[in-house]
T-cell receptor, first 111, second 117 residues
Framework: GQQVMQIPQYQHVQEGEDFTTYCNSS?????IQWYKQRPGGHPVFLIQ?????EVKKQKRLTFQFGEAKKNSSLHITATQTTDVGTYFC???????????FGSGTKLNVKP | EAGVAQSPRYKIIEKRQSVAFWCNPI?????LYWYQQILGQGPKLLIQ????????DSQLPKDRFSAERLKGVDSTLKIQPAKLEDSAVYLC???????????????FGPGTRLTVL
């Protein structure tokens, strides 16, 4: 069945270091969304990318959607302790009304 | 603006008992989702409603799980009978009406933490 995997599963960084999480889908996605879930909290929407090869930036966060619409990445420049949480990619399978979340990358930032 | 409301926040039951969760989406949101999130995993979509119709319930274990959204507003998710592996957080989310492949931003409620003993 459809799978959306993210690597790495965990990442521990020193404050100020950069961080990247990669999202890979076994099938083509219509679009990709990214969510952040703080410890003990619920997922909160960050951004959506729709077009093949699209790149969007939000302050220190850069999101990219692959040309084949099967992968995506989130890069955080100069991490801060407020970036702590689990980052999920998610999206609907192309031509199907089925929505999948990725396995998530848990980020810990040491001050 | 009020967010997505869920109740109860916590529930502890014994296996083979039944349980129900309630969700009230953001006003005006036509699409409602129920997710199961097991500790350390990503949310897994159980069922998606658009108004009071089911869009996708392919991952709902229909032998024990049921969900309804009778008037196209609030929704209930029921488990009967519960198993140990149903221990998880059950998240409800809502969004503006999706159109084809264009999925809108989802707003999540605080979730219900279910423990099955």
């Amino acid at each position: 069945g459809q799978q959306v995997m993210q690597i790495p599963q965990y990442q521990h960084v020193q404050e100020g270091e950069d961080f990247t999480t990669y999202c890979n889908s076994s099938t083509t996605l219509s679009n990709i969304q990214w969510y952040k879930q703080r410890p003990g909290g619920h997922p909160v929407f960050l951004i959506q990318l729709v077009k093949s090869g699209e790149v969007k930036k939000q302050k220190r966060l850069t999101f990219q959607f692959g040309e084949a619409k099967k992968n995506s990445s989130l890069h955080i420049t100069a991490t801060q302790t407020t970036d702590v949480g689990t980052y999920f990619c998610a999206g609907p399978e192309y031509n199907f009304n089925k929505f999948y979340f990725g396995s998530g990358t848990k980020l810990n930032v040491k001050p | 603006e009020a967010g997505v409301a869920q109740s109860p926040r916590y529930k502890i039951i014994e296996k083979r008992q039944s349980v129900a969760f309630w969700c009230n989406p953001i006003s005006g949101h036509a699409t409602l989702y129920w997710y199961q999130q097991i500790l350390g995993q990503g949310p897994k979509l159980l069922i998606q409603f658009q108004n009071n119709g089911v869009v996708d319930d392919s991952q709902l274990p229909k032998d024990r799980f049921s969900a309804e959204r009778l008037k196209g507003v609030d929704s209930t998710l029921k488990i009967q009978p519960a198993k140990l592996e149903d221990s998880a957080v059950y998240l409800c989310a809502s969004s503006l009406e999706n159109s084809g492949a264009a999925y809108n931003e989802q707003f999540f409620g605080p979730g219900t933490r279910l423990t099955v003993l």
